[in-house]
């Protein structure tokens, strides 16, 4: 895979910064007080929050929006994300009122939402075997760029920062017999695009990535410290 090294280990280093500014929030009173809540049933953005909760020294839970995220549709791939993501978070806060949940003065909530766009295309998870044969067929004839929103909603005040990612990928043809073993395994259908970048069987045929590993795969880790930061006070 081709980096920039420059811009990588700038990148590295702001991270650094983003990881010990929120250990040592997480520390305080009001840190330690605070209920971190990500709005995403995705294995891949779990994996994403359990590095950053190891490295930052916070815990966090998992609600799941359960919206029909076809049900909204906009034309320009970033207006669609932000939409879904703030979308997202309006179900998960409707959630939480209908518990009866007394703290959400202490609540971030963190929602998501990612599309690839392809050719001018946006794509969403396939709904098909063959749609995901032609998604993934697809990605040698044209780069694939992830679009993706990170928003982070307090609900005790209704205050909301959001931001939006964006990754290019590269690639050369990945081989029929691949695109078969991950129709069967299924979780291309769990992926906008079918797009698993992190896949053993799809890595060995990214040829470029412009952007961070973890946009591409859906949370953009230094992003989801810097967007929790501005509620640090």
């Known amino acids: 895979w081709y980096f920039s090294w420059t811009a990588m280990a700038a990148a590295a280093a702001r991270y650094g910064d983003l990881v010990h500014q929120a250990k040592r929030w997480f520390g305080t009173a009001k840190g330690r007080n605070s209920r971190v809540i990500l709005g995403s049933g995705s294995k891949i953005r779990r994996k994403l929050m359990d590095e ?3 490295q930052a020294g916070f815990e966090y839970e998992v609600i799941s929006a359960d919206i029909d995220e076809r049900a909204i549709r906009r034309d320009d791939p970033a207006d669609l994300v932000t939409t879904l993501a703030l979308a997202k978070a309006d179900a998960i806060q409707e959630k939480l009122k209908l518990n009866g949940d007394p703290s959400l003065e202490n ?8 599309v690839v766009v392809h050719n001018g295309n946006i794509l969403e998870k396939p709904t098909s075997k063959d749609e995901a044969r032609q998604f993934i067929e697809g990605y040698k004839d044209f780069p694939a760029s992830t679009v993706g929103s990170i928003c982070v909603t307090q609900p005790g005040t209704g205050r909301q920062e959001s931001e939006v990612d964006t990754a290019h990928i590269h690639f ?3 081989p029929p017999e691949t695109i078969d073993y991950l129709i ?16 053993d069987k799809v890595n060995p045929h990214v040829t470029k990535i412009e952007g961070t590993m973890d946009a591409v795969m859906g949370l953009p880790k230094a992003r989801v410290l810097n967007l929790l930061a501005k509620f640090f006070d």
């Open 184 to 199: 069967a395994e299924g979780e291309v259908f769990y992926c906008a695009g079918g797009l698993m970048v992190e896949h």
């Open 52 to 54: 950053i909760c190891e």
């Open 172 to 174: 050369d043809a990945i």
């Open 107 to 114: 609540v971030l909530l963190i929602t998501c939402d990612q």
